[in-house]
């Protein structure tokens, strides 16, 4: 294995950022070449159409990021991207994708194979003009928030659960309703944070994951397999139950009502908040109006302050705050913030977030109550609801 740094200093990493392009499209290889070539801060220190001469020519030139197309190529694109990762653990990928169902699904599977970032990409030479000035928006932006974490970020912790302030560890309440916020670094995250929840965990779970449509659809079917329980995407009126895990689609915020004895989703499209649509803001603010103190949020890894603002809301309504920690968060601006502010009460691991979140919902319930959450007959007909909601069947407002 070899050992590849992002750069050799902060100083470095801030003055030249090294990028080395893997695509099979050549219009698509001189529009990313002409775009980086354009910035004083970038240098395209190699490009290439060939998946097998890859690993040699990024060993050479020593870039401080990948972008690698996930389609285009004659090799397995995926494949490619498990041997540049296991070669070169600390060098980040940023994956390319078309907008298609089939391209969504490969950056979903990318991601979770280790890729930092996705960006999408034209179908065809037709959208060259729309995708260039998508890619002029997100293409830098993504570049140096996957690289900013190589060489440091944020405040450090040596060690976060006895570093960080507890305010209220008293009086606390049962915790009915867990949400989750993540960005840049969060489905990775959530890859590893699901599968180890008990499947028969008493709570609701609602994420909002910063990604385009399609691809939260995608993220969701493969989130459901990886976890062995019901994960989709949200829908008007889908109605809370335990062990169900629902996700903002993209391009709709993501908010909660309680009816009576039921707890209800809503979707809407809402101005944005920090550029983002969904929001992880707007989903915490709801829970926090409707929960109180009986929620628990918490935010994974992601560049943008969304959430920030959303976790305050908890925090004041006496509900909890857990972070994922910075050796672990591919980028820690997100959840540090929330760190600094004096709002987390713990910044874990993924593993460990996973055992504390298990913990604290359990905390109040008695081992009958736990037990009788789920209904025998609950885990079979949540097979059966991700069945048919998959491939891509979201019902969504229009």
Known sequence: MTTLRAASSKEEAMQEIRVFIIDGDVVVRQMLACLLRSRPDMLVCGITSDGQA????????????????????????LQLLSDIHEAFPTLPIIALSTRSQSGARQAIKALERGAAEFLTKPEGSGNVLFATRHLCKRLAPA??????????????????????PRPRISGRRRIDLVVIGGGTGGPHALFSLLP??????????????????????????????????????????????????????????MTVSRSGHADLLDIHRGSREHGCRPSIDVLFRAAADQYGPHVLGVVLSGHSLDGFQGSRHIHNAGGQILV?????????????????????????????????????????????AISTTIVPERDSRARQETALLYPGAARIPH
């Open 54 to 77: 890859a690993r040699a020519m990024i060993a050479r030139t020593r870039p401080n990021v990948v972008l690698l197309d996930l389609e285009g190529l004659e090799t397995d694109s």
């Open 143 to 164: 570049i140096k928030a996957v690289v900013s974490t190589q060489v440091g970020n944020g405040v450090p912790l040596s060690n976060p659960d006895r570093s960080l």
């Open 196 to 253: 180890r929840l008990p499947e028969d965990l008493p709570v609701p779970v609602l994420i909002v994951q910063h990604m385009p449509k399609r691809y939260t659809a995608a993220l969701a079917e493969r989130l459901a397999l990886k976890s062995r329980r019901l994960v989709a995407e949200g829908r008007v009126g889908a109605l809370l139950e335990p062990g169900q895990v629902w996700i903002a689609p993209g391009g709709y915020h």
């Open 324 to 368: 994922e920690d910075e050796p672990g968060a591919l980028v820690w601006e997100g959840p540090g913030a929330v760190v600094r502010a004096g709002l987390a009460e713990k910044a874990l691991s993924q593993e460990a977030l996973a055992k504390e979140i298990t913990r604290r919902v359990q905390a109040g319930r008695s081992d009958a």
